[in-house]
Structure formats: structure tokens, C-alpha cells
């Protein structure tokens, strides 16, 4: 008889089974996010994306922490931007998120409706928020729940490389006066006087904030309050006109470049290889983008179309925010790092401005003496800039704008649409998808 | 009796020992969850919350989902247009090899590397570096005064830069190609060749007759593999299957679909709708075999 055998196989999946429970029992709880803080050994585990100037930047501010308390250890999980929200998904998916979590504007209403970011309230004991600007702080509540807290503030702008522009003997434009016209004569004053070794401008429309500027500067939002996409169909096919005018008259590069490029990490840029002279970037990347150039760089307000409704089309976004996965173990331990990255001016002098200009006032005004010119310069067009209302926090569904905005910037490039069939697409396909969600 | 029973008894249980961690494996990494998507394809789950059925939803959902299609149309080209040349230059190379030449171990694990790596995210990313706009290709094109262009960020080239990947990687079926070319009896060859038949008709009435059941074995593989082809396709987009959907492939729709648009109620049954369809392309491959393959028993 071969009982004996099948018994033990009984067993061991039977084993298989209990572990298997037992995992799923620590998705749904996670630990108590009010608990005291452990003296035994604690693992966090904790991701962010971006270049390596910030990479560096973090892990010190990591080392500094686990000084403080040697019993906690935190490996930190760093990916580019394009293969991090893959990875994110997936090991949400799996239960094995990790447990302090760098998040966007884009993907928070995604993440915390589904029910995967510890509400931070639960937290309060651990991760103080009475040093952040209320308006600041509100950007990272859904449903009322504070999901996030924001780690700084950002706002879109325009890096110029004034190396390249003297080299050419191009004068830097007048920011406060300039139009989208301007930018295409300098362009390609660029372009040609360049021989087409470095373009004028860096192509952009692949970006959620290029798309969200261009609607406010026509009086328009992206999205109207109840989330649904209220951009017309007129305004962003302007929008696309104007960057197929740009690639078709060597003001960007060819398409095939512009895409190449867009695929590719920051230090890879038009503006970091110093192949393009002008480039949209959020101000808080001047940092990561001079280390990587080399050349002068320096931020300039968007050009506008010079309607009225542009004067207040700058907005302050949330650079991003940390967020903590709802199943982690120790939440309490991870609530009180992420109190230490936003609230302790040891980690404020470490992290300084890469991750905007920091929200937390005392550490804001602690660092600015120790600040180095891009980040000083990255602080002082913040606070020159005339800003309107936030944008809408993007809607639970359209976390996937930047794939839809990317591949119809495509079409258009390569002329497989043109920008009105591009524009009704687009916005049909991402109604869609905040429809599904 | 009885002893002889007793050790059978025994053997079995040592045969069981060996085969339980592959069976666990079976069904705790494969049927767990192939059972699983089968079941969650009938509802709609967006990984975090619990599934909720919704019948037949995702399935009407397929047939109004452009994207899919526009998925399928991709997937069709790339395993229509890849595999018949890797094929052909698995053949031609075997053939040549078959000569009988100095090195022949060399040669047939040289041309066998590919292979190996072919699916890796290490080759698809020197993919991208060999045809991106200033890669190694386009030096070689301006070596004769030939300007390139972003081979693999142009929608009109980049599904061809895969389908050159895919050929590439002919190692695997030449390596079979050759063990079926040393099978076929060289008095064949010569008995044709006393009659007066040249290379070619040697080839078309000896070769591909008595080579058809490897052919035919290769192609089947060939396919269901090509249609599974998932990595080249997302290191080389970095994940998007663009420019402009381009090299979207089915695999790579099914996986943005679960992963990127948490709908993974749909992609489970995108999944299933991909085993339908390489179980039909299989199907169609013993039916049409019925006439070109000829068995020699």
C-alpha cells in the first residue's frame, strides 16, 4: 500500500495551503500604524524613481536614519520613471508592495480608491503634517483621506541652455513677454545656426503637465471638476499643430529622435546631452539636468499665447508625495521614516530641493542658505511665479493619460493622424478609461 | 508475486519522491493559476479589491476593442512574416553546416548562441542600442554615405527590427534541422545523383520530403512561440508596444491591459482568447500537415 506517501503529500500541501492562508492573511491586515515603535529588528522596504543625482541623494538621507535608530534597516528600491509604475503594479499585485512608496499626482486616486495606500490619519502618532501648507497638504487627500503627503512643490517651465544660446550669439528671450511664435523663431535661429548638430527645442507632448499648461492658457482645464476630460478638441489640436510644426521645421528633431529620446531616462535628454536648447521640464529638475549637461542651464516661464486666461496658467503641482502600502507590517516604523524625510532638517539638508522645493516650512527655510545655485534657482522661480488654482487631482482611471498622450503625439509626428482626428481620439479614449475604472 | 509486488511498491515510491517537487511546482506555479485567470476572466478585478462577475462582459468587450484588434493585426504580421524566414535560414544553415566542414561543433554552437539569448532583456536592449538613431546600424549605413533614421522609434520600421531579431534566432530549430538532415540516407543522394539529378531537384524530391516531419516540427514550435513573444517586444518599447502601437503585440496588450490599466479580469480572458488562437493555429498546422508532411514508416 502506498498510504504512507500520500498521506505525506496530503500534508505537505496541505502545508502549502495553511501558507498560503497565512499570506493572504497579512495582505488584508497589515500592522497597526498607531502601534509603538519596535525595539526589535525591523526591514522596511522603499522605492522611488529618478536619476541618479537623486538616487544618491536619498540613500544618504537613509543612512543618516537608520544611525538614529540602528534596530530599523531599509533597502531602498530605485527604477526610472518609464519602469516604475510596471514594477509598482506588479508587486502590488503579488502583496509585496513595498512599504514606503514615492507616488505621483497621476497614480494617487488610482492606488488609494483601490485601497492600496495606508490612510495616513491612522498614522498620525508617527507622521506629523502641522509644518505643511494646508493647500499643499490637500493635494494629497482622496475622498477626504489623507493618502499622501506631498513632498514639494513643482511647477512646469522652460530649462535653456545659455552656453548653447551664447555660443551662437542668440540672445536669452524676455520671459515675461514672450509667445509660443517667439520660441519657434529662436528655434530655429538654433536649429540653423547649429548646422542641425543641436535643435532648437526638445519636442515635448508626452507629459501630463505640457497637456494641462496649454489648456489653462486657453481658459480650459484637462479635467472639470467631476473628473471627466473637459479639454476641447480645438485647443489640443492646436496643441499638437504646434509640435508638428515644430519637428517639420527642424525646429525639434525628427520624429524618430524626438520618440527615442522621450523613451529614454532624464540624463539621456535633449537637454541633458545638450542637444537641444530649449526644453520643458518641471523647475525641481534643473538639478538632476545641470549635473548631467554640464552647461549652463537656466529656467524660464512658459511662453504663452497671449491670451488673458495664460496670465494665471502656471500651477503649483505636487512634485510627489510619499505614500505608505496599506499592507505593510510595520507601518508605524514607515510612518516615522517618512516623518524624517519631510519634517527634519537633517534630511532636508540632504535632500534639498530635488524633490521640490521642500513642503514643510521650517525645513524650507533652514536649507535656503545651503542651497546650491540650481537648486536656489529652482526656489526662486517658484516664488516669482504667478500661479492659479490647482489643476483637478487626476481621476481614478486615467493614471494611463501619459500612454494615450504619448502615443497619439505619435501619430501626429509621424502623420498618421492628423491633430483634430488626434484630439477627438484622445479624449474619447481617455473618457473611456476614467469611465471603466 | 507478492515480492515482485512489494518491489514495484517500492519503486513507485521512490518515482513519486522525485516527481513531487515538479508536481508541486505544476500546481502551485502553473494550473493554480491558469484555473485561476480561467475563473477570473469572467469577472471584472483590478488586483486589489476582490473580482466581481460580470458573465460575459469581457468577452462582447473584445469585440469592440479596436486596440485588440489592432494588437491581433500586429501579432498575425510578426509570427506570418518571422517565422517562415527563420525558418528558412535555420534550413539553409543547417544544410551548410551539414557539409561536413572543419569546426562543425564551433560553428553550430556559435549559430545556436542567439537562441539562448534571443528572448533576453539583455539582447533587446542592445536591439535598441544597435538601431536607435545614432546606433551601430546607422554607422554602418554612413560607411556608404546612407543616412539612418530611430529604426525602432519609427512605427514604420520597428516591427521589422523584431521580426530581424526573431530570425536571428534560428539556433534552436537549425540545431534540429541538422540531427534530421544526418538521419537521411546518403545512398539516396547518390542514387538520385546517378540518375542525373542536380543540387536543386536533389533538394525539392529528397531533402524536403524526408526532412518534412522535422519541418513540420519546427513550425509548430516555432509558432506558439512566436505567438507568446512577450520580451523583445516591451524592452524594446520600453513597455509602451509603440511608436504609435506599433509593436504591439498581443502579449504585450494582454499585459498593460492587466498591469498598467488594473484590468485584470479582462487580460485573464485576453489570455485565454491567446491559447483559443495558438490552439487553433496548431490544429490548422495537423490538418494542413496531413498533406505536405511525409512520414517514412
Known sequence: ?437 | MSALGFVRKRDDKAAYLFLLPWFAGLVLITAGPVAASFVLGFTDYNLIQPPRFNGLENVTRMLGDDRLHHALGVTFTYVLISVPLQLAAALGLAMLLDRGMRGLAFYRSAFYLPSLLGSSVAIAVLWRQIFGAEGLFNQFLNLFGLTGRGWISDPDTALSTLIVLNVWTFGAPMVIFLAGLRQIPVMYYEAAQVDGAGKFTQFRRITLPLLSPIIFFNLVLQIIHAFQSFTQAFVVSGGTGGPSDSTMFYTLYLYQRGFHNFDMGYASALAWLLLIIIAAFTALNFWAAKKWVFYDD
Open chain 1, 1 to 437: 500500500m502506498n498510504n504512507g506517501l500520500s498521506r505525506r503529500s496530503l500534508l505537505s500541501l496541505g502545508a502549502g495551503a495553511v501558507a498560503a492562508s497565512t499570506l493572504a492573511a497579512c495582505g488584508g491586515g497589515g500592522g497597526d500604524a498607531g502601534g509603538e515603535i519596535s525595539k526589535d529588528a525591523v526591514k522596511l522596504r522603499f522605492t522611488w524613481w529618478g536619476s541618479d543625482a537623486r538616487h544618491k541623494r536619498t540613500q544618504q538621507a537613509i543612512d543618516l536614519f537608520t544611525k538614529k535608530y540602528p534596530n530599523i534597516t531599509i533597502s531602498g528600491e530605485f527604477k526610472e520613471w518609464n519602469g516604475y509604475w510596471d514594477s509598482l503594479a506588479t508587486t502590488v499585485a503579488a502583496n509585496d508592495a513595498p512599504d514606503i512608496i514615492q507616488m505621483d499626482e497621476l497614480y494617487l486616486a488610482s492606488y488609494a480608491e483601490r485601497g492600496a495606500l495606508l490612510d495616513l490619519g491612522t498614522a498620525a502618532k508617527h507622521l506629523k503634517t502641522d509644518g505643511i501648507d494646508p493647500a499643499a497638504l490637500d493635494t494629497g487627500k482622496v475622498d477626504g483621506k489623507q493618502y499622501a503627503v506631498p513632498t514639494g512643490v513643482a511647477a512646469y517651465s522652460m530649462v535653456v541652455n545659455t552656453t548653447l544660446l551664447e555660443q551662437y550669439k542668440i540672445p536669452v528671450p524676455d520671459d515675461s513677454t514672450w509667445t509660443w511664435d517667439d520660441l519657434k523663431r529662436i528655434g530655429l535661429e538654433v536649429s540653423k545656426a547649429s548646422g542641425g548638430k543641436v535643435t532648437g527645442v526638445q519636442s515635448w507632448g508626452f507629459d501630463a503637465g505640457g497637456v494641462n499648461i496649454w489648456a489653462r492658457q486657453a481658459g480650459a482645464t484637462l479635467y472639470d471638476a467631476s473628473g471627466k476630460v473637459s479639454i476641447p478638441p480645438a485647443v489640443l489640436a492646436g496643441y499638437w499643430q504646434y509640435l508638428l510644426d515644430l519637428a517639420k521645421q527642424g525646429i525639434a528633431p525628427a520624429p524618430s529622435v524626438t520618440v527615442e529620446r522621450a523613451g529614454a531616462s532624464l540624463d539621456q535628454s535633449g537637454t541633458a546631452t545638450n542637444t537641444s536648447a530649449f526644453g520643458t521640464w518641471w523647475n525641481t529638475q534643473l538639478t538632476s539636468l545641470s549635473a548631467a549637461s554640464g552647461q549652463q542651464l537656466k529656467l524660464l516661464k512658459l511662453p504663452t499665447n497671449g491670451q488673458a486666461a495664460a496670465a494665471e496658467s502656471p500651477y503649483y503641482k505636487p512634485s510627489m508625495f510619499w505614500s505608505i502600502s496599506s499592507r505593510s507590517k510595520h507601518p508605524a516604523e514607515a510612518a516615522l521614516f517618512v516623518d524624517f524625510l519631510l519634517n527634519t532638517t537633517e534630511a532636508g539638508e540632504v535632500l534639498l530641493t530635488d524633490r521640490g522645493v521642500p513642503s514643510n516650512s521650517t525645513v524650507r527655510s533652514a536649507i535656503t542658505g545651503k542651497l546650491a545655485d540650481t537648486d536656489k534657482a529652482a526656489a526662486e522661480y517658484l516664488a516669482t511665479l504667478k500661479v492659479g488654482a490647482a489643476p483637478r487631482v487626476t481621476p481614478n482611471g486615467a493614471s494611463g493619460i501619459e500612454a494615450i498622450l504619448k502615443r497619439h503625439t505619435e501619430e501626429v509626428l509621424f502623420e498618421r493622424r492628423t491633430p483634430q482626428a488626434a484630439a477627438e481620439s484622445f479624449i474619447k479614449e481617455l473618457q473611456t478609461e476614467i469611465d471603466a475604472a
